[in-house]
T-cell receptor, first 115, second 107 residues
């Protein structure tokens, strides 16, 4: 079966712009969670969506938002980009929520560079 | 919130050597997983192991939940084992990550 698909894989934006990243989970998985990875902060939880509802959000400003569609595909949006938003953004899908007994499968990531 | 600490931060070994990576967590968890991140950034799930012992080929993992630690064993290391190994624990509907162990296997 197909894995987790993230698009785009690479993108370059300038400060002040906004960006939308997409994540298509494994068929049948209802949870999509998002993570930011930077050299300085490591891997950090952004938010999780389960059955179109946000379950929880990490310690990120309101510029970071997301949503999940009825087919479980998820998007995350970052508005008013800052240099510090340059990072690898990873999404993971699982049958159930991250806090349950569920194995996470990750996509290849979207690498965002903000100039 | 829960704290996750990994050790050692860096590990350099010759091909064929064995290694043990450690993950300590500060509170009880119901979901603990080990991942390998390759040089291209792809995170691969190695084990889902909130307690007990599991083995998969040259890799095995043990979690002692009562003492709040997990160990990842890599035997007969190969150059393809190089990368960063992360453990992650679920708490309060979030997945909290350790800082990782960077493993370099020299041929």
């Amino acid at each position: 079966k197909a894995g987790v698909t993230q698009t785009p894989r690479y993108l370059i934006k300038t400060r002040g712009q906004q960006v939308t990243l997409s994540c298509s989970p494994i068929s049948g998985h209802r949870s999509v969670s998002w993570y930011q990875q930077t050299p300085g902060q490591g891997l950090q939880f952004l938010f999780e969506y389960f059955s179109e509802t946000q379950r929880n959000k990490g310690n990120f400003p309101g510029r970071f938002s997301g949503r999940q569609f009825s087919n479980s595909r998820s998007e995350m949006n970052v508005s008013t980009l800052e240099l510090g938003d340059s990072a690898l953004y990873l999404c993971a899908s699982s049958l159930g929520t991250v806090s349950g007994a569920n194995v996470l499968t990750f996509g290849a990531g979207s690498r965002l560079t903000v100039l | 919130g829960i704290q996750v600490e990994q050790s050692p931060p860096d590990l350099i070994l010759q091909e064929g050597a064995n290694s043990t990576l450690r993950c300590n967590f500060s509170d009880s968890v119901n979901n603990l997983q080990w991942f390998h991140q390759n040089p291209w950034g792809q995170l691969i799930n190695l084990f889902y192991i909130p307690s007990g012992t599991k083995q998969n080929g040259r890799l095995s993992a043990t979690t002692v939940a009562t003492e709040r630690y997990s160990l990842l064993y890599i035997s007969s290391s190969q150059t393809t084992d190089s990368g960063v190994y992360f453990c992650a624990a679920a708490s309060n509907y979030q997945l909290i990550w350790g800082a990782g162990t960077k493993l370099i296997i020299k041929p």
